[in-house]
């Protein structure tokens, strides 16, 4: 897809969907891994389940490095977060994590759908918990959400210069 690629990952409510919108707006390639990549499965082997969950949410690591390995445009962001990568990090020229302070996490989450991940009371505690321990995020440069989308997003172009 890109001679960079670059990965946008965090914690849920961290604003990956969001970056994801707003690199595409400014006319950048953003594949939304959670949307496009993501599917049930096994963490370490990749093979497919039939139970779909925060623990077996993972990327088709095949597809990640057919996308990252094209070279026709200049820089590609991946954004979602997967259960897996570290099965596919090596193809990233840097990694950004975007992270966010409990309350403003907590007033995303209630404005949530129902439907949606982290909509109920159950997966909110659970989203909570993992934002405060930082399990299954990468290490990489921090951005802090708690800002307007546009500053978010300029942030990370300063980081990948």
Known sequence: MAKRNYLVEGGSGTGKSSVCRE?????????????????PG??????????????NHIWDVAKVREIAASTTEEIAFFCGGSRNFSKFLDVF??????????ETLQR???????DDWGGNDEQRAFILRLHAAQEYVPEGTVIDTARPLDEVVDAIFDAIR
């Open 23 to 39: 690199l595409r707006r400014r006319g950048y390639t953003a594949v939304d891994g959670d949307n496009e990549l993501a599917y």
């Open 42 to 55: 096994d963490p370490e082997t990749g093979e497919r389940d039939e139970v779909h969950g925060y623990h």
């Open 93 to 102: 020229d840097k990694v950004i994590v975007l992270d966010v302070d409990t």
């Open 108 to 114: 995303r989450l209630r404005n949530r759908e129902a």
